[in-house]
């Protein structure tokens, strides 16, 4: 089955404690993207990738950090998570950053930083 | 700064309505347009794409795209109260980036 798959679903942690969500595609999907999501303020994007080794940031990229050392992989990682980074995350793959097929998204990761 | 503007919501409509749903964007040059439907807690998933002006339609989904005026709607036939989730219209301004996501409008469809 074609799908992206981020783990943990959930994941509570305290401040400062480095942490890592990873996400995994199997459609070889050449873009990979996090997104992070809050009420009132949608989907915003954090980093993407082209391509691997390919990496750039998004709206939203202070305090994480990604790599793409495979083409399937594109864990994010928070070296010193911070409350203000409690949100819903999402990865979302595709054949091109304007594919006409959409993105195919993660079921979510669920972060809280107490 | 690119923006994809959507009424928050939320949109209530009774069972078997229409409910029409919509979006205006901020760059004359954009592309291509989808609408994404995410039920609460769960991730967003496509439900349309158009990329040219006019109507796509797919079972109870129209698309409608008017480039001229910078919009692009959703209509929802018969709605059921499985279609109660938010809508994301999502937009692409250039080939080769990101789409730009709205923040989503709320449907509620009471049955």
């Known amino acids: 089955e074609a799908q992206v798959t981020q783990n943990p679903r959930y994941l509570i942690t305290v401040t400062g404690k480095k942490l890592t969500v990873t996400c995994s595609q199997n459609m070889n999907h050449e873009y990979m993207s996090w997104y992070r999501q809050d009420p009132g303020l949608g989907l915003r994007q954090i980093y993407y990738s082209m391509n691997v080794e390919v990496t750039d940031k998004g709206d939203v990229p202070e305090g994480y950090k990604v790599s793409r050392k495979e083409k399937r992989n594109f864990p994010l990682i928070l070296e010193s998570p911070s409350p203000n980074q409690t949100s819903l995350y999402f990865c979302a793959s595709s054949l091109s950053p304007d594919s006409g097929g959409g993105y195919t998204f993660g079921s979510g990761t669920r972060l809280t930083v107490v | ?111």
């Open chain 2, 1 to 111: 700064q690119k923006e994809v503007e959507q009424n928050s919501g939320p949109l209530s409509v009774p069972e078997g309505a229409i409910a029409s749903l919509n979006c205006t964007y901020s760059d004359r040059g954009s592309q291509s347009f989808f609408w994404y439907r995410q039920y609460s807690g769960k991730s967003p998933e496509l439900i349309m794409s158009i990329y040219s002006n006019g109507d796509k339609e797919d079972g109870r989904f129209t698309a409608q795209l008017n480039k001229a005026s910078q919009y692009v709607s959703l209509l929802i036939r018969d709605s059921q109260p499985s279609d109660s989730a938010t809508y994301l219209c999502a937009v692409n301004i250039e080939p080769g980036t990101a789409l730009i996501f709205g923040k989503g409008t709320t449907l509620s469809v009471s049955s």
